[in-house]
């Protein structure tokens, strides 16, 4: 009866929204038109040893290189703006057992956007994509689709949904710093993309990825928290910012990176985008790795630039501070060139 009941409260908060039922379960989005625009934009976050974030700082404390060669950059500090947000829910496997935690999750990341005019789409996945809440007119109504999710199968088609989160995003306005938000454990299960078209698309797109992810097995909480070390994953940055050989011992780039999101998903797609990867346990550290997250976004930089060099494929990015000062940066880790621009 309860599920009667809240499958009824679900279908009458969408409808209410939209106008009508959600989208069929294997509902896609309508083809985009990619940009073919070569400024490559870099989300870079400075800290201090105590946490702090690092301010004030300008283009000329940076070193920013692609594929080893320095880039001409201009620094833009993050300011209130527009925003678009895809928010990716996993409904299947154990994540059921973190629907609790997510009641307040509406609410919660509408005080995030801090943004005077923001977007806000919402996909649930299991083994696939299940319903997709493109860019609904009021947001609000989407407060009913975060309390009452419905249970999935045993799956957590982690890229799929990524990808889908992609080409929502492509559809919105280049004037709005496009974002995903992925809940879910940390390691694809069921895809049918591969890890290597999610690096390109990830690669192609000025996308950040923000993760909060749960354990798959029962939760422990002394494994749980804020900021995860990186070092139980095989591709992570080395403490000069380069990427490191996988486990197979490739040295190439999109095998590395590959490997990375086949092995922790969740934690690779936040690297490589410039993004965060954080986890919880429970509503309260879902809370206050949302705080966190809300922190950053707001007092990050972003670096731009347009490559000296447009080799297709992916290009490795590496940003340093010229006088570190106890202050570090993590920034993003890649971007894919399509092709050799034509010249005219």
Not at 1 to 15: A, C, E, G, H, S
Not at 77 to 88: D, I, K, T
Not at 159 to 166: L, S
Request: aromatic share 4%.
């Amino acid at each position: 009866m309860k599920q009667v009941l809240r499958l009824t409260i679900m279908m009458l908060v969408t409808r209410t929204v939209l106008g009508q039922s959600p989208p069929p379960r294997q509902a896609s989005p309508a083809p985009t038109i990619r940009s073919t625009s070569t400024l490559v934009m870099v989300p870079a976050l400075v800290l201090s040893e105590s946490g702090k974030l690092g301010r004030g700082l300008g283009a000329s404390d940076f070193r920013l290189t692609d594929n080893g060669i320095e880039q001409k950059i201009s620094v833009e500090v993050a300011e209130p703006q527009s925003l678009a947000v895809v928010v990716l829910i996993q409904t299947g496997g154990t994540a059921p057992r973190h629907f609790k935690d997510y009641r307040k999750l509406g609410a919660v990341i509408e005080n995030m956007m801090g943004a005077p005019r923001h977007r806000v789409a919402l996909v649930t996945f299991d083994s696939r994509l299940e319903e997709i809440w493109n860019f609904p007119p009021m947001v609000d109504g989407l407060t009913g689709a975060f309390r009452y999710p419905q249970s999935g199968d045993q799956g957590a088609a982690l890229i799929d949904a990524m990808i889908c989160g992609i080409n929502l995003l492509e559809q919105q306005a280049a004037s709005h710093r496009r974002i995903i938000i992925l809940l879910s454990q940390r390691q694809d299960n069921g895809s049918e993309a591969t890890p290597e078209e999610l690096v390109r698309r990830l690669g192609e797109s000025n996308i950040t990825v923000y993760s909060v992810t749960f354990s798959p097995q029962k939760t422990r909480k002394e494994e749980q928290g804020v900021r995860p070390l990186q070092g139980d994953m095989h591709f992570r940055l080395s403490p000069d910012h380069g990427l490191l050989a996988g486990k197979s011992g490739s040295s190439e780039p999109l095998d590395i990176a590959s490997e990375a999101a086949r092995e922790d998903t969740a934690a690779a797609v936040a690297a490589l985008s410039g993004g965060e990867n954080l986890r919880f346990a429970d509503s309260s550290d879902l809370e206050s790795a949302l705080s966190i997250l809300t922190s950053d976004i707001s007092g990050g930089y972003t670096l731009n630039f347009r490559p000296s060099s447009n080799e297709p494929g992916l290009h490795i990015i590496k940003v340093q501070l010229k006088k570190k000062a106890n202050l570090d940066v993590t920034a993003r880790a890649s971007h894919w060139s399509l092709e050799t621009p034509t010249k005219n």
